[in-house]
């Protein structure tokens, strides 16, 4: 039986019309050679089985990524949520020999230099992007220079870049579910400016509703009321509710004092869900009910969704974490609200 011959260099630069010298200096991380050529070099030889004393192709590790996180949610009420999906981050990138580098960005002031500033400092071969959405020249710079990039915790409609998020529509649609099985009828759900993923609550909110005959939604945005401006209409009873979901945790904690406070006008059976299942969540007097988002698992799945594409794969993918349901204490049956 013939021998099978052992792939070399010789037969990565043929198949990419370069020189063996490139190829040898793309397989070391030498400098001189452009991001591309080395992505290209690298992913070549992985798919031919080339075995280098560079460690970095041989056991298709040592890649680098960079993770940019949104500071201002790093360091708000916000913290849990990106703390564990970070702490997911550099788990499974330990696991997979990945080298990762976590940087705090303003997420108001993120531009496409900034970005490749932060992948060119990191000398990163990929990008994991924390609460920022997806845009035009984005997607088309990633196209065109072949970055690997992966939205955590959002999503791109026009899937044009992967993603991992919770189940932003099923877990809107079991939390409204939830409030329609204690018998509310007229549910509030209250919500924020239009990112993808949190217009899937809304949507999921909607679909519940829908499902349901003689079930009315009331749908108020941040935009049109802040916190405390809707926590007023409510306890004037404005909105003739006797339920909401909460788009996040946060708002929803804001409110439980003057909802569920001795001074509340409000008969008992006022019922709410938060979404998260932030540590505040759990804290609070009365425990929310909400929804907790595995945190870590998003992180773990953008890391493992980031390697793939890094080593080659092409298909745009969009990964939806499961979420549970957090019984709390502040679902109720409906038909106690009639009986103060």
């Not at 031919?48 to 041989?58: M, T, W």
């Not at 992007?129 to 020249?137: E, Q, R, T």
Request: charged share 20%; net charge negative; glycine share 10%.
């Amino acid at each position: 039986m013939a021998t099978q011959k052992r792939t070399n260099q010789t037969d990565i630069a043929e198949r990419l019309g370069v020189s063996v010298s490139t190829v040898s200096r793309a397989l070391a991380n030498e400098i001189g050679i452009s991001d591309a050529v080395r992505r290209d070099v690298q992913r070549m030889a992985r798919t031919l089985g080339y075995k280098s004393k560079h460690n970095a192709v041989a056991a298709g590790g040592d890649k680098r990524a960079v993770a940019l996180v949104p500071l201002g949610s790093a360091t708000s009420g916000l913290s849990g949520f990106y703390f564990g999906i970070v702490e997911g981050m550099r788990a499974q990138a330990a696991e997979a020999g990945m080298m990762l580098d976590v940087r705090l960005v303003n997420e108001t002031a993120v531009t496409l230099e900034m970005i490749s500033k932060q992948i060119a400092q990191a000398d990163a071969g990929g990008v994991l992007l924390a609460g920022i959405d997806a845009w035009d020249d984005l997607a088309l710079w990633c196209a065109d220079e072949d970055i690997p990039a992966v939205l955590v915790n959002g999503s791109d409609p026009r899937m044009r870049i992967s993603s991992v998020s919770p189940a932003n529509f099923y877990g809107a649609y079991q939390a409204t579910q939830r409030l329609l099985d204690a018998g509310h009828r007229r549910i509030l759900h209250y919500t924020h400016r239009y990112r993808p993923t949190i217009l899937q609550r809304q949507r999921g909110f909607e679909a519940a509703i829908a499902a349901m005959p003689g079930a009315v939604g009331v749908i108020v945005n941040t935009a049109e009321r802040k916190t405390h401006e809707l926590l007023a209409d409510l306890l004037a009873g404005k909105h003739d509710v006797t339920a909401m979901f909460s788009w996040n945790d946060i708002a929803a904690v804001e409110m439980l004092e003057g909802l569920y406070g001795p001074e509340s006008p409000l008969p008992p059976g006022f019922s709410m869900i938060g979404f998260d299942d932030l540590p505040l969540a759990g804290m609070a007097t009365p425990r929310l009910s909400t929804v907790r988002v595995d945190r870590e698992a998003i992180g773990r799945g953008a890391v493992r969704l980031l390697s793939q594409h890094m080593d080659g794969e092409a298909a745009v993918q969009q990964l939806e974490v499961g979420v549970t349901m957090v019984p709390g204490e502040t679902v109720f049956a409906a038909q106690q609200m009639a009986t103060r």
